[in-house]
């Protein structure tokens, strides 16, 4: 039986929804039509191309992942904890969202960089983070951890507080309560952001080529790829972000499906 | 000097809330008090999730909140038990996920939680339902997975806040003298918002009436029962009270006219009798009962042996008939009659706490 | 690629992926052991790059100031050696579908046309050339680099642009080219240097040797590159 | 008095969130210090930064404005309404997150550009939208409107289906409830939303010149003006991002704390 | 045929709910039972928010729901009122706003809307509070102002879940009245769900009792309050009720032992009495009372002139007694007594419904 008994959706929420789909859908599908699918396959079996997705894929995992770690707790504390400049650090957030990809990498390479505040020390060490696929997963990171953060701050402040309070009374100390209340509840905007910053990463480009730089097998990620085969060839370049949307399309259905599945009801 | 010593103070505007509360091991607390006296308040203070902007909180000694705690203590730092008025069961949990999440947070193993939750739901008669989530459970049946999960870590300190409201009333009754039993055994202090006079009479053995954010009358179930302060209590105890001035064995009451009595007092007054000693004729009564008033019949429904009648009229009464004398008088809502009562029927008691404004309800009446 | 194997980074200008390809594939071929990187981006990012750090053994842009910022940083090991030129063309969509016939044509009210911004080294050669030719109408957008260009063109979103020969010649048949009035009086030159932070100082060198070599000159060649000195 | 009353939030909270925060702040901070202050105020005022910042600023709003229109009531739809296809849409949206932003900017081209499916037609009516500032804006809806989407979605999602039923039982249509009660409940996701969009917005960079191109005054977005100054001139360009930042911050920050002074309690 | 004609098929595992219910203009009807029997799924399926995978609900000759509707109607369409078991008052707006939603939602213009909702909290009592926020208002006031919501709209048709739990007594009584009142008023059905006895007597013409998701009884208020059907509505009403195999004037109980009556009756019969009809004594009763049983005083509570004792056993019983003889019997909860009940004082009538399963609670007590 449908699930609709609430009644139908009025036709000024219908229309400009199906805009929306039309808007995302026309660009990709036009997109699609002029893709030279023969060479598709054979394109996807290239080393580099593997070697790029491969790439693309563990870097905006990795990305996530670290989103995850540092931006779960900071969206926590931006929501549930008053603390002096939380508004300050609230905006800080929103920043890297602001500048341009390529200045983020300037921004990173003046930071991670050998003459960087912590490039150099780090170099005295023996390590150098630029140009290595360290510097794709932070480059990744640094773009997608503000909308990881902003959206899971969003989703915080939308799911009632009462719970903690509840959970504190049973007592609960407050790290069990972010783990095992604030967070299970909050997990359908937690996992929307997840798949916001991981689908970020897969598509950055800017960051990467100018603070990790676009070496074949170490920092050439899949966007990077794509534009390096731009230079050559449209419609292969084409072809290839093709290949790359299958493959996240692909991991993103099972992995939303997944989450959806079990967090949403 | 008391297991728990509570001068509760919380700003509120309009009104703000300021009562004392003292108690010994194994004292359960009725805290009992018209719709926004206070009692949910007073409750989530000792819990320390209301802030508190005045006032101590002492129990065994170690100050909870107050000038000598350096901070109030967390809700978890206390070790309270608490049923909240909105179940607010953790949606994402089952009822025994729900359940076993006291023991867990307190250090126990999963396994041992589980099978203290289980033990719990057990004992409250909902094993059946361990896996469902609380969207799938009925009002009372999540009303008493709560009550399991306030129980079930052991605490020294049980808040409950009208814990047996949703419950049927047989399952009412057998809680009542589960938690009567659970409370007298754990040496531990209760406190218990109810709305219900069985609860205080059953659980209780002190009761705390409150009134606009302050305590109006304390005492026994019995004493409260017998004199209460407030007509509200009166009410909930199924007693007549009358408000007015003392002055020798005549009360001026607020309500208009006089009731004579048989015990002299001066001052304000609470005059207090039975429904039972209310008679009801539908002719104004000449004779002896000197104190009558005409009201008109609100409700007619049995009560025990007897009938029991709500009148309309100056000041709202309750009588107890015999179901031959409602039949003859054809009672029924609408009808007018006149209330008689004997003035060696009326009890007369001063008035305790300095006359409060009219509580919000009264409007309502 | 093994752990044994050598490595060769090789950071060079966008513009010389097809050449620096097909060069790379020939250095492979006659040195054992050796795998050659070869990382593409703006001349200006890979100077930066380079200043930065980054690990590469030769350094090669499409214009002489990118390599002096690395040079004055102290990133270039010897002499940057000029190797190629590369000059200006007009290229149309395939099917030439406003009839574009010469340079002068850019000039018609009914022709859109785009070109690189003045800060792109392609972008100063337009200005300049527009200048010599005395053309005044304004290019629709202007482009950060020159595949920008190319790309509006072979989408057909511009009935021209001003592109380099070798980006005419890499689009293939997807464009027609025109040529441009004085192009070769101010052509833009290409230059490559070892690394100061190499690792393989030799095989950089004899990379930068391949390069200069007959060989490299006619790889150059063929992909639309013009001669060291026009 | 402190609302930390439910106890301190742990170190192993607090320092993801302290290390999530230098992340994001140390490269801003190294980014600044390199700045040329003095020549700052003195490129602010010069004219064509002023058109880029008036461009920026007002196409990111128009495009906010676009996702909000679009986007909200699609975010709703899958949040809230079964319908056949619903998992499809869903990764639908998720797409054009992952298209490296000049692959998405061909893509527009490919739609909306003169030989396009949308332009084509268009174009026989007079109407080109390339090279357009209206081409600016639906640029940067493309790449906004997903994260508004995703986030939105996610948010509707974490709050209580239940106000929905009591609203249409107090006889409220479909889309009555969707403006008296769905909305308001989720309108802290929905700010948050907003913030990603329009923030990712204003840093967009790679759709925009290729699908708008870049023309002072008509399509030159501030990061467009960055980029083409980034080519000669570093430092300037950095001080170029440093005033859009400056600019986006203060309304951010006004924004921000109207809409969560409002919304969130 | 009835203005409400509703055949409630709710599939739900292990319990479905198969309910028929028949109303007529002015109708409020009253439906009891224990937790989890299936009253809150009963008013969601009238108000369209829980699918019925069968069945049919007609509505003054309109097919809400069933094989006469193309589809379901929508909550919406249907035109009622409802106050949920769970308040679920809007958190984002005032309580006003709460109010004003139901007659915006139906076109009022804005200022009509908060005239008519402020209204209606006067009447709640509850004006003064018309600027809160849900977080902002006491438990009872949440309930009053959750009720005004459901009124403000004028419903045809009004579904009440347990409306006046969280009140107190006062305002309960009141309120009752108001109800009974407004619904005797407007010619339109009520349904009201209920733990509380004084609910069934005072609002309702008609009582539904509800057992594991089938209707167990159904009858007039004073029909089921004197021959209740079930355990759970006998206890509701403050009656005892044993069940047994009759045969002849002797009941073979289910709880083992035998009753003796006047009334012969052959099969399954309730035997019911009232609490007064039972005597206490401390040794075992010599004379003319046959049927008597020996048990374990757990609750000695005073109810109206008596005292009440509520007894364990092999079925729990009730007794009243004078406050006198409980004195003087040492009555307190643990006193091992002897109860007796004179066979003039059972009546004995069949069971209607086929025995049902244990219900859940039953495991409990
Ligand atoms: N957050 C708040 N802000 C302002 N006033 C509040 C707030 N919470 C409660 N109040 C008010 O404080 C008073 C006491 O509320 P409380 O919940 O303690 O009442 P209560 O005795 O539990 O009543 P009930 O029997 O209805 O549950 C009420 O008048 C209520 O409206
Ligand atoms: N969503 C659900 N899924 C499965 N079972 C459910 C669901 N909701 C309720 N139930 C079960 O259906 C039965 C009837 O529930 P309902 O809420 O109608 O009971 P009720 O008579 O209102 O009880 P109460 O007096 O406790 O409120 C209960 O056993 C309950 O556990
Ligand atoms: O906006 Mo970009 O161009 O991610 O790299
Ligand atoms: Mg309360
Ligand atoms: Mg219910």
Redesign the interface.
Known sequence: MSRNRLGRPPAYLLLPAGLAVALLLVPLASLVARAPFGSLLERLAAPEVLDALWLSLWTATAAMLASLVLGLPLAWLLARVEFPGRSLVRTLVTVPLVLPPVVAGVALLTAFGRTGVVGAPLRELGVTIPFTSTAVVIAHTFVALPFFVISVEGALRATSQDYDEVAAVLGARRGAIFRRVTVPLAAPGIAAGLVLGWARSLGEFGATITFAGNYPGVTQTMPLAVYTLLQEDLEAAVALSLVMLLVSVVVLALLRERWFGQAAR | MSLLEARVRVRRSPQSLEVDLDADPGDVIAVIGPNGAGKSTLLRALAGLEPMHQGTVRYDGRAWDGPGAARPLTPQERGIGMVFQQHLLFPHLTALGNVAFGPRSRGARRRESEERARRWLTRLGVEDLADRRPRELSGGQAQRVAIARALATDPALLLLDEPLAALDVGVAMALRLELARHLADFGGIGVLVTHDALDTLTVANRVVVLDQGRVAQVGTPDEVAQRPQTEHVARLMGLNVLRGQGSGTAVALDSGGTLVTTTPFEGRVNACFSPAAVTLTLAEPTGSARNRWPGTVTSVVPHGAAVRVHLAGPAPLIADVTPGAAAELGLAPGRSVWAAVKATEVGVYGIAAPPAQAPLRSRYV | ?GDDRTRL?V?AA??L??PFDELAQEFEASHDGVDV??????S??LA??VV????ADVLATADA?TMRIAEEAGATRGEPATFATNSLVVVVPAGNPADVDSFADLQRDDV?Y?AC?E??PCGTLARDLLDRNRVTAR??????DV??V???V????ADAGLVYASDAV??GD?VETLPVPHASEAPNSYLVAPVQQSAEPDLAAEWVELVLSDRGRQVLDDAGFGGPTP
Request: net charge negative; no cysteine.
């Open positions: 690629s980074t950071l966008a513009s992926t097809e990187v070869l990382g593409y981006d703006s200006s990012t930066a790059q930065e750090g980054a690990p100031r859109t785009v911004a800060s792109a290019p629709r957008s202007l482009e950060v595949k920008a190319l790309t509006k072979e989408l057909d979103e890499a689009a997807t």
